[in-house]
């Protein structure tokens, strides 16, 4: 799972910690970091490794790589990268070599789209993607082959949106679909259906922006939606009701920017909001009031940046800023200033792109999550600098730990309380906490990310819980004792292992219910499943 390099420096981490279980979040060698800003006046993809001690650029080799015509937008997400070819009305899509960075085509791409196609998101586990049809008024959807990166759209795509829709952005919980619509100054929102992807408007959608509104993004706890507005000169914040996906302006929106900002974005702590603004040539900062969304001005703002930006983007270590120059043809790199947020230049920058950089893309850097009984935390170790980033409180005793598919999200198991606790792994905080049965000691997710399967040992039960929801749905009875749970690949089967009954529990998880018990070995523990 982790590279050789990696390994040492874990083992001495686990050795002064002292713990229970380890969650993996690693979709790269660890001494890479990658970065991807697409060209439109190019028609390429510039591929960049990321110095994660400086944050200096430096070219992957092969770059650039072609892609369609006029790609606006760029997103990566689980191996694979995807582009918006405007010029094209299609989408590229690529697999990322791990150890290199280099991009080549996936089968069958391109891949048809809308016309005009002015963004690209993915949902948070790399099941569907959604993309913004600038010309008719639309949304397409796909959803994603795992194994191979094709798209195949959803039914009933493309789905309706407001006038010339020319960014989109998806919550970090995969629940809602942002739309910002640039002639019709409004922002349409949708619900995204669990399994299917399908969209379908919220109530109230769309709702009012200001003039022009020309880009959107989702804080990271999933509670604020921010939207420039290219005509006045502002940013629209909102609230989003969790349960039905409503935007409620924010108290004092919208909030003032440099002239023509055309892009924005939140860092991964959800502390700090940054804007570009093509006309004036600066980056303007903010920092994010919790609990309302209120954007206030960081000391220092704006800061300067090359002719022209036109996009914006916060590296996942929360350590680095890269604004796209369009008319100099560049990426401005800087670093943020912990605690305030104000940006200083990265030695070296502005690095080289290719014709009018437009937009900009990272892999995904990785996370190893760890339970600590002794102090009901669970510690967030980032194996590339060798270092604890984060210490998340839980319930007493926590054990198991997955990373749902995506790796938004993490789930823990607390024993001495009963309960499952609910982590973001982009704030690193805890987001819900799930009463489950007596004990709980092991955990499985069904490979679409859906359900979650808990083996209670003290109730000898398994808690059947919907991810969309975080609530129980069923609770089945099995041996007793269960101390572990696995999932078969096709998601079909759940099988749990009954110490004190010396079974195996075999359940289907259609109609969660038991189909088999078979008879084990003495006091089965740990099992495996294809």
Known sequence: MCSRLARPAINRFLSALGTLAIAFFLEAP??????????????????????????????VTGSPFASGSDPHSIAVALGFAYVANFGDNNISVYTINSGTGALTAVAGSPFASGEGPSAVAVDPIGKFLYVANDFDGTVSGYTINPATGALTPIPGSP????????????????????VANSAGNTVSAYTIAP?????????????????????????PSGNFVYVTNELDNTVSGYLIDPGTGVLTPIAGSPFASGKDPDAVAVDPSGKFAYVANDTDNTVSGYTITPGTGVLAPIVGSPFASGIGPSAVSVDQSGNFVYVANGSDNTVSGYTIVPGTGALTSITGSPFASGLFPDAIAFAPIPKVYITNRGSNTVSVFNPRTNTVVANVSVEADPRAIRIAPGGVIAYVTNAGAHSVSVINTMTNTVIATINVGAHPLDLAITPDGAKLYVANAGSNSVSVIDTVTNTVTATVSVGANPRRVAITTDGALACVTNANSNSISVIDTKTNSVVATVPGGVRPFNLGVQ
């Open 30 to 59: 660890l001494h890479a970091q990658f970065a991807y800003v697409a060209n439109h006046d190019s028609n390429t993809i510039s591929g960049y490794m990321i110095n994660t001690a400086t944050g200096a650029f430096s070219p």
């Open 195 to 219: 399994g299917s992807g399908v969209l379908a408007p919220v109530t109230g959608s769309p709702f009012a922006a200001g003039n022009g509104p020309d880009a959107v993004a989702v804080d």
């Open 159 to 178: 789905f309706t949106a407001g006038s010339a829709p020319i960014s989109v952005a998806v919550d970090p919980i995969g629940k809602f679909v942002c």
